[in-house]
């Protein structure tokens, strides 16, 4: 008699339906995660090199190692 109460489980396109699930849920953390990154830490980064450079001097930069004698190329005095 219990057996004619429980349903019978479900065989047939088993595999099928799980891949449809899985898939699609990876589908969903892949984008989400690629999204977290773009804003989260490609976005931030491109624009603190952006702010880093709008006002960066070359040569200043150039000069002061050279002061400090970090370049062993390039004398301290020219002439």
Do not use: T
């Not at 004619?4 to 589908?27: E, S, T």
Request: hydrophobic fraction near 50%; proline fraction near 6%; include cysteine.
């Amino acid at each position: 008699m219990s057996a004619a109460l429980l349903p019978k489980p479900q065989m047939r396109g088993l595999l099928a339906r799980r891949m449809k699930f899985h898939l699609i849920g990876a589908f969903v953390v892949s984008v989400g995660s690629a999204a977290l990154y773009k804003f989260g830490v490609a976005e931030p980064r491109k624009q603190a090199y952006a702010d880093f450079y709008r006002n960066y001097d070359p040569m200043k930069d150039f000069q002061a190692m050279k002061a400090a004698g970090v370049l062993e190329s390039a004398p301290l005095k020219c002439w």
